[in-house]
């Protein structure tokens, strides 16, 4: 079955730091991996999303994703962080069902950002 | 665009009450989600709808919970009699095109909290 492990609840960085966030998934075949973003009180915004092609993958407000097939991995990074990135971040992988789409999530990590 | 609309924003009962949120999706989109996301946790798909069609019931707790979609486009959520545990966050998601391809566009949530 297809399951998605963030290893980290909390991470705390200072603003100007680079930010990586862990994400590791669980699927049978070529997997479609998703990052989203929530700020307290909203939905989820989707970052950026992996399906096929270069492993590297650029997303939304300056945040990039590598796929390493080898680890079964999906980290987020940021070179920069700024205070307003301070939100909780969801892993997602994509599982098939038919001819449409479903999400398992991970946990989330919520990111805190010192000034 | 408009976003996928839901309401309420809060709601606050006591166990063994029913509750119903509601959920009004991109106009056009085909599919509506429901999930619930408890405290602490990724969102879990309770159930997914093609039109007016049920794709994926497969976690929604039909002893108490129950959803409909009658007309394909808008769609409601219901609790009864709610539990303590069913305190959580319930997202509606819809996505116009066909597959993981196609992107999912969330709603702000209904907090749901039973005491």
């Known amino acids: 079955a297809q399951s998605v492990t963030q290893p980290d609840i909390h991470i705390t960085v200072s603003e100007g730091a680079s930010l990586e966030l862990r994400c590791n998934y669980s699927?049978?075949?070529?997997?479609?991996l998703f990052w989203y973003v929530q700020s307290p009180g909203q939905g989820l915004q989707l970052l950026l999303k992996y399906f096929s092609g270069d492993t590297l993958v650029q997303g939304i407000k300056g945040f990039e994703a590598e796929f390493k097939r080898s680890q079964s991995s999906f980290n987020l990074r940021k070179p920069s962080v700024h205070w307003s990135d301070a939100a909780e971040y969801f892993c997602?992988?994509?599982?098939?069902?038919?001819?449409?789409?479903?999400?398992?999530f991970g946990k989330g990590t919520k990111l805190s950002v010192k000034p | 665009e408009a976003g996928v609309a839901q309401s309420p924003r809060y709601k606050i009962i006591e166990k063994r009450q029913s509750v119903a949120f509601w959920c009004n999706p991109i106009s056009g989109h085909a599919t509506l989600y429901w999930y619930q996301q408890i405290l602490g946790q990724g969102p879990k798909l309770l159930i997914q709808?093609?039109?007016?069609?049920?794709?994926?019931d497969s976690q929604l707790p039909k002893d108490r919970f129950s959803a409909e979609r009658l007309k394909g486009v808008d769609s409601t959520l219901k609790i009864q009699p709610a539990k303590l545990e069913d305190s959580a966050v319930y997202l509606c998601?819809?996505?116009?095109?066909?597959?993981?391809?196609?992107?999912?566009?969330f709603g702000n949530g209904t907090r749901l909290t039973v005491t």
């Open positions: 699927y049978g075949a070529t997997p479609y």
């Open positions: 997602a992988v994509g599982a098939l069902l038919g001819s449409q789409g479903n999400l398992i």
């Open positions: 998601a819809s996505r116009g095109g066909v597959g993981l391809n196609s992107p999912l566009h």
């Open positions: 709808f093609q039109n007016n069609g049920v794709v994926d």
